[in-house]
């Protein structure tokens, strides 16, 4: 593709110019570091506060590491798609809307080279949140807790959870593609995700959705068996470049 190198040299250099590396990397951190904590001290939090409220009790299970990961996994999945839609919404209909994208194609670059730039840029910047937002959580679940993660494992859950992240990414940037509205994309990422996560309660085709993923993703984490998730794992490998090719295709037809 003509010209991706030069453009995502651009685009990485607008991601730290404008603090947005900085800013996701801070949401990912905190929400990571957040997850531990709640889940060890929780409990004995309420606990306080119901001694202090007349005797109130509260039903909070005791702190394991079943319930820290998936206070990390809730955390970093919930917050990652905000970032995700929020990174995504404008990055092509913005373009479009003060021309830029067209003085852009005038020079020796190519259209897919443009669209890929950009989806690369955020998923490298959601690369960096999601390590070291995770790479936290695992810290302070090994200073909190007798036991940690089994690294592999978590590493692998990290992974799965960041190309989770890139799913939600392209389907925000085919959005921004296909109007001149940033509104308009987060909305349609907005509806798909809403969407996907009711399509997880579906037996048969939940283990396919995006989110679908974190489940086996958890149990790989805990050092659990995760079962045979390959079919949905490369389904959604697959999913990025499918949205990307209909991204182009609607690219390539508009006058800018």
């Not at 010209?3 to 730290?16: M, S």
């Not at 570091?33 to 309420?46: A, F, H, S, V």
């Not at 299970?61 to 970093?76: A, M, T, Y």
């Not at 494992?153 to 992240?165: P, S």
Request: glycine share 12%; hydrophobic share 55%; net charge positive.
């Amino acid at each position: 593709m003509m010209g991706f190198r030069v453009l995502l040299a651009k685009e990485l250099r607008e991601q730290i110019r404008t603090s947005r590396i900085i800013a996701v990397a801070v949401v990912f951190i905190l929400f990571g570091i957040l997850g531990p904590l709640t889940d060890r001290y929780m409990k004995e939090l309420l606990d306080a506060v119901g001694s202090q409220g007349g005797g109130m009790t509260f039903q909070v299970p005791p702190p394991s590491l079943k319930g820290d990961l998936g206070q990390i996994v809730k955390n970093l999945s919930q917050f990652g798609v905000v970032c995700a839609l929020l990174l995504a919404m404008g990055t092509v209909a913005w373009e479009k809307e003060r021309g830029t994208a067209g003085m852009i194609m005038t020079k020796p670059a190519s259209r897919g080279a443009f669209l890929a730039a950009k989806l690369t840029a955020i998923s490298l910047n959601l690369a960096v949140a999601v390590t070291l937002g995770g790479g936290l959580g695992y810290i302070y679940t090994a200073l909190l807790y007798p036991v940690a993660f089994p690294l592999g494992g978590y590493i692998a859950m990290a992974a799965i959870l960041w190309w989770t992240l890139v799913v939600f990414v392209a389907i925000t940037l085919l959005g921004s593609t296909a109007s001149r509205s940033a509104i308009a994309a987060a909305g349609l990422a907005f509806v798909a995700f809403i969407v996907l996560g009711i399509l997880v309660t579906v037996p048969v085709v939940g283990p396919w959705s995006p989110l679908g993923l974190l489940t086996p993703a958890s149990h790989l984490a805990l050092g659990e068996d995760a079962g045979n998730f390959l079919g949905p794992l490369l389904f959604n490998i697959a999913l990025v470049p499918a949205l990307f090719g209909v991204t182009w295709l609607v690219f390539r037809k508009q006058e800018l």
